[in-house]
């Protein structure tokens, strides 16, 4: 039963503190998606790679977000420095795009960063 | 703004009662899919609906789905207290690789 995987699954920190989220794709996906979802903005898209290229990280804060896919099978999500605001759960998802445009996505369970 | 938006935000029935969810959304779409996401967990998908179907069924999860006025719906029938969760319709809007997911309706489900 193929699934995607995220660590660490919860996250305490300090402000300022660089936090690192780390994902495992589904093997054979060639998209993965890191998502933000807060109670008040919902779930928001970060970034996404294709084939393990950045497509688009326009819903990244760029002074402090960074997003890296170092092999197909681990995707990375950086807060450096980390500040209160950040505090959300998030998501990474695989899937496959298809004829030029996506189909499913497979979401991990998340990882619930709480920045003090 | 969301592209798509769920309606009602928030339903509460009993077990062995139908739900209905509904979506709207605002530009073309390549297909919509409809995901449930359990307290606490992380999104699972349900069905894909193509922007050439009308409906589709899963299980006791029906979908339709009207291009010409851009919404959907998603019916549950005989509901149960497990189908309690948040309930996010997504779209894959033509031209694009991404999907964009609504704020969700939450339904409980009572005994």
């Known amino acids: 039963d193929a699934r995607v995987t995220q660590t660490p699954r919860h996250k305490v920190t300090e402000m300022g503190q660089e936090v690192t989220m780390r994902c495992q794709p589904i093997l054979g996906h060639n998209t993965v998606f890191w998502y933000r979802q807060t109670m008040m903005q919902g779930l928001e898209l970060l970034a996404y790679f294709r084939n393990r290229a950045p497509l688009d990280d326009s819903g990244m804060p760029k002074d402090r977000f960074s997003a890296e896919m170092p092999d197909a099978t681990l995707a990375t999500l950086k807060i450096q420095p980390s500040e209160p605001r950040d505090s959300a759960v998030y998501f990474c998802a695989s899937g496959l795009r298809l004829a030029g445009y996506q189909e499913t996505q497979y979401f991990g369970p998340g990882t619930r960063l709480l920045v003090l | 703004s969301q592209q798509g938006e769920e309606d009602p935000q928030a339903l509460s029935i009993q077990e062995g009662e139908n739900a209905t969810m509904n979506c709207s959304y605002k530009?073309?779409?390549?297909?919509l899919q409809w995901y449930r996401q359990n307290s606490g967990r992380g999104l699972v998908h349900l069905i894909l609906?193509?922007?050439?179907?009308r409906e589709k069924h899963s299980g006791r999860l029906r979908v339709t789905l009207d291009t010409s006025k851009k919404s959907s719906s998603l019916l549950i029938t005989a509901s149960r207290a497990a189908d309690t969760a948040s309930y996010f319709c997504a779209t894959a809007l033509a031209g694009y690789s991404t999907l964009t997911f609504g704020k969700g309706t939450m339904l409980l489900v009572s005994p």
């Open positions: 530009t073309s779409i390549n297909n």
């Open positions: 609906i193509r922007s050439n179907e």
